[in-house]
Each structure stands twice: as structure tokens, then as C-alpha cells.
T-cell receptor, first 111, second 113 residues
Framework: KNEVEQSPQNLTAQEGEFITINCSYS?????LHWLQQHPGGGIVSLFMLSSGKKKHGRLIATINIQEKHSSLHITASHPRDSAVYICAVRGYGGATNKLIFGTGTLLAVQP | GAGVSQSPSNKVTEKGKDVELRCDPISGHTALYWYRQSLGQGLEFLIY????????KSGLPSDRFSAERTGGSVSTLTIQRTQQEDSAVYLC???????????FGPGTRLTVL
């Protein structure tokens, strides 16, 4: 079992739909990152959070430390949101130097 | 540009050859990371540099892999005696500090024939 699990692995939505991508982890963490990777493109950091909720434009990220779970929400989805969304966690102490990545969620938003 | 740059963008090499991949982090960023993304697999950590501290090499898959960071800025990842399983996209990222947001470079796609 991976230390970071994402669901769903694949998601197809219609333009305008509200989208939720989930991330569960099994290790203690000091922070959680949400990343976006467009096909053939580079990786962009969307959020870094250790508690509560953060919002940027149409994107919202939440984290529940007790339940070891985070969600990424996209409101009013658009075809340009089509990408792979990756959850990554940073551990404690000697494990703070590296990120442990989920396998990603491939999102396709159809017009 | 002010972002992380990597070179080359693509590298095709023959099995057994050595390759060097270069990363130019954002100026002033003290933390630098190398990651690997293999086809059909997720990202995996390779090595981490922080200032003048000894690097964290815990993610390097074998002793054929090494990396250095000169002058606290540019980093080079070297793969000796490349194997076909080394084929992947190698990504570099930098951040202001260890606990800050990471900015990723565009990656180097390595193909070992």
C-alpha cells in the first residue's frame, strides 16, 4: 500500500461542474502539497498547507490532520483545468527533506 | 526568466554511456531537489541540497547516480553507465527554504536505448 493514495485515478467532468479530488496518507506529515501537471508540461505548485483550508481563484484545498486526508476542489471547472493533479506529503524530522508523492489524478474537463 | 531551468530538455543516449543533467535554480533559493518521473509511475525523490549542508542522498537508486551543487547554485545530476530503466523525466525543483513552496523546472527527458 502506498503511503499516499489519491482518488479517483481518472476523472471526466463537464465544463462548469464542481470537482473533488481526494488524498489520503498514512504517515505523519509536516505539510501537504497539491501540484498540477499539464500533458507534456511542467509541474506547478498549487497549494502547500498544514492545516485548515486555502483558496486561490477557483481552487480550494482542505486538510484534516486527524483523519490524514486532504481534498482539492475545483469550482466551475473549465477545459483548461484538464491536467494531472498530484498530492505530495512532507514528513517529520529526518523525513522532512523529501516529498512522498501520490500517483496522481488525471482530470479531463469536456466543453 | 526567473524560473528554474534545466538542460538539456531531451537526451537520448546509448546503454552504458554516462550522462549529465543540469539544473539552474531560482536565484536566492537555498534548497534544491532532484526527482524522477518514470513512464506510468509517480514522482520519486532522488536527492536534496540545502545550503552548505551535506546533501540528503537517500533517494538515489544506485551508486551509478550522483549529484553535486557548486557554489550553492547550479546542480548537476550524473548517471554513470546508463541502463534502459534509467529512462525517465528528471525534474529539478528549488525553494527559498526547506519548508517552503517548491518551484519545478521543465524537466529533462532521458531516453536510454
Amino acid at each position: 500500500k502506498n503511503e499516499v493514495e489519491q482518488s479517483p485515478q481518472n476523472l471526466t467532468a463537464q465544463e462548469g461542474e464542481f470537482i473533488t479530488i481526494n488524498c489520503s496518507y498514512s504517515v505523519g506529515i509536516s505539510a501537504l502539497h497539491w501540484l498540477q501537471q499539464h500533458p507534456g508540461g511542467g509541474i506547478v505548485s498549487l497549494f502547500m498547507l498544514s492545516s485548515g483550508k486555502k483558496k486561490h481563484g477557483r481552487l480550494i484545498a482542505t486538510i484534516n490532520i486527524q483523519e490524514k486526508h486532504s481534498s482539492l476542489h475545483i469550482t466551475a471547472s473549465h477545459p483548461r483545468d484538464s491536467a494531472v493533479y498530484i498530492c505530495a506529503v512532507r514528513g517529520y524530522g529526518g523525513a522532512t527533506n523529501k516529498l512522498i508523492f501520490g500517483t496522481g489524478t488525471l482530470l479531463a474537463v469536456q466543453p | 526568466g526567473a524560473g528554474v531551468s534545466q538542460s538539456p530538455s531531451n537526451k537520448v543516449t546509448e546503454k552504458g554511456k554516462d550522462v549529465e543533467l543540469r539544473c539552474d535554480p531560482i536565484s536566492g533559493h537555498t534548497a534544491l531537489y532532484w526527482y524522477r518521473q518514470s513512464l506510468g509511475q509517480g514522482l520519486e525523490f532522488l536527492i536534496y541540497f540545502q545550503g552548505n549542508s551535506a546533501p540528503d542522498k537517500s533517494g538515489l537508486p544506485s551508486d551509478r547516480f550522483s549529484a553535486e551543487r557548486t557554489g550553492g547554485s547550479v546542480s548537476t545530476l550524473t548517471i554513470q553507465r546508463t541502463q534502459q530503466e534509467d529512462s525517465a523525466v528528471y525534474l529539478c525543483a528549488s525553494s527559498v527554504g526547506q519548508f517552503n513552496e517548491q518551484f519545478f523546472g521543465p524537466g529533462t527527458r532521458l531516453t536510454v536505448l
